[in-house]
């Protein structure tokens, strides 16, 4: 009851109930940035690994030339090691693409039908036309939503692949070009993905790139990336001098590298708020506990024990902290909900585009809260303020009834 009433401002201690208030929204604030930053990292991490992973497999096992000739025997071992779930041939090939005059970089990706439709990434986001629609024998394609823009091509339009392998002359070397028409457009959600990807059927990609019934690669799908090395660690020495295995850890490391200490580093940097807040309850606090010393001589007087009085006084910081805790999980979860809208609104005021996704890798801000860390955050945030708290509980409990009531 005596910590509930020291709560509320007495007369003449507006400026300590204001310096109170402070802390509370100081502390709201730090717990509000922790939980929003650490979630967008935490969902950008996923859905980079998702959208990467689910394009490009756990790990592939790659032909030296950019081919492998006997690879229905290597996707028959691949498909009987333990762990493996998934075995997909493919071809994949830098080329030149043009339309209408304007030529990009593309990146060639040729597999079977059912490959293709089994995809999630590509055949769940569709933006324009119908996969059905990608046969062998067509000269169809399906190209990335960036690819589709920076052209200025639409369903239905043909586009030329250039393969600058084409046929040797008494002039030189001739690039092979074939024209294809676009039957679908879809949006990985990753900008280089969107603005390269060309797929089309595996048996098109072999006639364009004059590879017989080889193919590029061959891309593995695990039980458990995680473990992805001791999984394909039996498969290495088979194809020693035939073709390289490549694991997702490998090709990624300086993404997720990156993403991991920039993860930690922000954590930290943000606690920094909470301990800035926690200081401001320590000092109302000192100036509570200076304003509260004749009550707390007459309480000392009354029988109150020195123990009594301390936990008056961490109560009140701990209500503060708290408080602080409370607002700023509702603030933190509410900023998360509506972080796009905010995303979008701040950039219609300012005129700039403040999640371009050619820098930022994905096309919208991901977020994936972990409840664990949630509640570490909580734990860290009622930590300090208990510690906080002891210093001016203390000082109370020292006072001396003595020397305060010696004059009254």
């Known amino acids: 009851m005596i910590a509930s009433r020291y709560l509320l401002p007495g007369k003449g201690e507006g400026f300590i109930f204001l310096v109170a208030a402070i802390s509370l929204i100081a502390v709201a604030l730090g717990v509000a940035a922790l939980i929003t930053v650490m979630s967008v990292m935490n969902g950008f991490r996923a859905e980079m690994f998702d959208r990467i992973l689910g394009l490009n497999g756990h790990a592939v096992v ?20 333990p762990g493996v779930t998934e075995v997909t041939p493919l071809i994949e090939q830098p080329l030149m693409g043009s339309y ?36 062998p024998g067509t000269s169809t394609v399906a190209i990335g939503v960036r690819l589709a823009e920076a052209l200025g091509a639409r369903i239905g339009d043909e586009i030329s692949l250039i393969n600058p392998q084409g046929e040797s002359t008494p002039f030189g070397t001739v690039p092979r070009i ?19 990807f060309v797929v089309m059927p595996m048996q098109d990609a072999q006639v364009l790139l004059r590879l017989g019934d080889a193919v590029g690669m061959v891309e593995v799908v695990t039980n458990d990336p995680d473990n992805i090395g001791m999984i394909m660690a039996p498969i290495v020495p088979q194809v020693t001098g035939q073709a390289v295995v490549v694991d997702w850890k490998t090709s990624n490391s300086a993404l997720f590298s990156a993403l991991v200490v920039e993860r930690t580093v922000m954590f930290w940097v943000l606690s920094i708020i909470i301990l800035v807040a926690v200081f401001n309850i320590l000092s109302s606090l000192i100036m509570l506990v200076r304003a509260k010393t004749r009550d707390i001589a007459i309480l000392r007087t009354m029988g ?26 509702v603030l933190g979860f509410t900023l998360l909900y509506f972080r796009q809208n905010i995303i979008d609104g701040v950039s219609k005021l300012t005129g700039t585009d403040l999640w371009d996704p050619s820098v930022r890798y994905l096309s919208d801000l991901p977020a994936k809260t972990d409840p664990l860390e949630v509640v570490g955050i909580v734990l860290l945030a009622l930590l300090l303020s208990f510690l906080a708290t002891l210093y001016p509980a203390w000082k109370a409990a020292s006072t001396d009834p003595v020397q305060v009531l010696r004059y009254e």
């Open 100 to 135: 209408a005059g304007r030529v990009e970089g593309v990146i060639v990706r040729g597999m079977t039908v059912k490959d293709i439709a089994n995809t999630r990434v590509i055949a769940q986001n569709v933006v324009a036309g119908d996969l059905k629609n990608l046969q």
């Open 62 to 81: 790659q032909g030296y030339g950019g081919r492998i000739e006997a690879w229905q025997p290597l996707a028959a071992k691949l498909k009987a090691m």
């Open 304 to 329: 109150a024990s020195r123990a009594a009085l301390m936990r008056v006084f961490v109560t009140v910081g701990t209500i503060i902290g708290g408080l602080g805790i409370g607002l700023g999980i």
């Open 178 to 196: 074939v024209a294809y028409r676009i039957v679908a457009v879809f949006e990985v959600g990753i900008f280089e993905y969107d603005k390269a």
